[in-house]
C-alpha cells in the first residue's frame, strides 16, 4: 500500500453524480482511513448537451467517455459511474474493479397531482429520455403523449410540477440517493417496465494495471450485484444496440441461483420481445448470452433489423 499517495476519484458534476461519489468515498475512508481521497468533477458530453436525445448525440457512453480519458491520461485514479452509463465493451487498459451493494432498480413515475400510471388522464404528457422507457409506457398506455426530458434530476422534478410534463418516469434508485423519495407517486414494478442494464448499481472503474488501486476498490465488491449486472451486460453486449433500441435486463440472484428477465423493443414502441433464464451465478455472462440469441430468434433480430432502416 501507499499512505503517503492521494487518490483522485473522478466523476460528472452533478448532484446525483456527486452523491454517489460521496457514498463511495465513505464506504472506501471506512476501510482505508489512512489513504487521502479527493474528488474531481469532470464535464462530459451528456451534461454539456442538455437539450438534444441521447440516443442522437451518442446513446450509451455520452457521461462517462471524458472520465475514462482522465482515467486513461492518469489524470484521476478512480471513475465512479452509474453502471447503467458504461457500455458494455471497456476501453484497453481500464476495468470495473467494483460494483456496490445495488440500489433498488426499478423506475419511478413522478406525477404533478400524484396520480399512478393507470390514474394518469388519456394523452397526459409523460417526460422520458428513455426509449427502453417509451416503449414499455406505449405497451401500456399507448394513448399518452411521450415527449423527450433531459436535465437533471431536480430539473425533471420541476418540469413534473411547474406543469410542463403531467408526469416523468426516472430511478427509484436516484431519487433516494438524493433524497427525494418524497416525490414518486408509484413505483413501476419490473413486470410492467424492465429496468436498464446496471440500474441502481454504483460501479468502480480503475486502470487494469493500478495493482493498488484495484486491491483497494475490490474491498466494495458485491458479488450478488456483480452476478446480475454481468448477465445484463452481456444480455446488452450480445444485442451490441446501447440506446438505439428499447433494451431492458434484470437479474435477480437467489443463494447460487440466478434469474435474468430481458426485453427488446421496436423503436416506435410498437412491439416488444420479451423471456427470461435461470441458471447458477457462475454462469451470469452464459445466462445473458444465451437470453440474448432467444429473444433475437423469436423477433429480436427483426427489430434490431428495423434500427438500421
Known sequence: ???????????????????QTHLVLAALKARHPQITWE?????TTGDRDQTTSLSQ??????????????LLAGEIDLAVH??????????DGLALAAMLPREDPRDALVSRTGLTL??????????????????QLRAIRADLQLLDIRGNVDTRLRKVQEGTYDAAVLAVAGLRRLGREDAISAVLSPEVML??????TIVIQVRDDDDVAVQLVSTLDDPATRAASTAERAFLHVLGAGCRLPIGAYGTVEDSSLRLVGMIGAPDGGRLVRGEIC?????????????????????GADLLGEEGR
Not at 500500500?1 to 452523491?19: E, F, H, K, N
Not at 474528488?39 to 464535464?43: A, D, L, M, T
Not at 429496468?195 to 441502481?200: E, I, K, N, V
Open 195 to 200: 429496468p436498464a442494464p446496471g440500474q441502481g
Open 279 to 299: 441458471g447458477e451465478i457462475r454462469e451470469a455472462e452464459a445466462l445473458g448470452n444465451a437470453l440474448a440469441r432467444q429473444l433475437l430468434i423469436q423477433g
Open 82 to 91: 452509474s453502471l447503467k452509463d458504461v457500455p458494455s465493451v471497456l476501453p
Open 1 to 19: 500500500m501507499s499512505p503517503q499517495r492521494t487518490y483522485i476519484l473522478g466523476t460528472r458534476g452533478s448532484a446525483l453524480a456527486l452523491a
Open 39 to 43: 474528488v474531481e468533477p469532470i464535464r
Open 118 to 135: 393507470g390514474e394518469l388522464p388519456e394523452g397526459a404528457r409523460v417526460g422520458t429520455g428513455s426509449m427502453r422507457r417509451r416503449a
Open 57 to 70: 448525440i451518442g446513446g450509451q457512453g455520452v457521461f462517462v467517455k471524458e472520465i475514462e480519458r482522465a
